[in-house]
Antibody
Framework: QVQLQESGPGLVKPSQTLSLTCTVS??????????WSWIRQHPGKGLEWIGYIYYSGSTYYNPSLKSRVTISVDTSKNQFSLKLSSVTAADTAVYYC????????????WGQGTLVTVSS | QSVLTQPPSVSAAPGQKVTISCSGS????????VSWYQQLPGTAPKLLIYDNNKRPSGIPDRFSGSKSGTSATLGITGLQTGDEADYYCGTWDSSLSAGPYVFGTGTKVTVL
């Protein structure tokens, strides 16, 4: 059973960089066939796809966030990470990591989510 | 704003059926598989339907999916109180303005 777990600070100051890590267990990021994604949900709102990374390091980001987002992978630790720079209150959200199938694009495993609040 | 449009809410009595529509375009639903997710209050989304109409192991056959042209539909039969949740569709999108992956606006299901 694949499990994903987000970790990182729950509070970030405006203009700083939000950093989160997703640790994958029960399966290898390097096995291929999947995109490893970050998705966020603003309070009371819908889901917003942030971006994904393949185990090789290839990335693709949401155009609306592209200038501020970096997703990286550490296959030795079976982890992938999100960095979102120059954050504002509008980046306050629950951040999820998820495994996405390349062919169908469906997200079959999700982390529990972590709330990140941007505030001074 | 999402490029996939869903009704904000649907409701029905226990045991009844509800359908949730997801309307898109040729850049997304029209040329890609659609997935559906259930999000119970305070929890992470859960995959309900993938590849338009397939159910992951453990998902009851009360849940069904279909796709026609640039729209998709999720059906829930034998509605139960435990089905009260938000439901989202999702698919790839090839347009430059949207992300490679887009979610629907979400639909809240209420069991009367």
């Amino acid at each position: 059973q694949v499990q994903l777990q987000e970790s990182g600070p729950g509070l970030v100051k405006p203009s700083q960089t939000l950093s989160l890590t997703c640790t994958v267990s029960g399966g290898s990021i390097s096995s291929g066939g999947y995109y490893w994604s970050w998705i966020r949900q603003h309070p009371g709102k819908g889901l917003e796809w942030i971006g994904y990374i393949y185990y090789s390091g290839s990335t693709y980001y949401n155009p609306s966030l592209k200038s501020r987002v970096t997703i990286s992978v550490d296959t030795s630790k079976n982890q992938f990470s999100l960095k979102l720079s120059s954050v504002t209150a509008a980046d306050t959200a629950v951040y999820y990591c998820a495994r996405g199938a390349i062919l169908g694009g469906n997200f079959d495993y999700w982390g529990q989510g972590t709330l990140v609040t941007v505030s001074s | 704003q999402s490029v996939l449009t869903q009704p904000p809410s649907v409701s029905a009595a226990p045991g009844q059926k509800v359908t949730i529509s997801c309307s898109g375009s040729s850049s997304n639903i029209g040329n890609n598989y659609v997935s559906w997710y259930q999000q119970l209050p305070g929890t992470a989304p859960k995959l309900l339907i993938y590849d338009n109409n397939k159910r992951p192991s453990g998902i009851p056959d009360r849940f069904s999916g279909s796709k026609s042209g640039t729209s998709a539909t999720l059906g829930i039969t034998g509605l139960q109180t435990g089905d009260e949740a938000d439901y989202y569709c999702g698919t790839w999108d090839s347009s430059l303005s949207a992300g490679p992956y887009v979610f629907g606006t979400g639909t809240k299901v209420t069991v009367l």
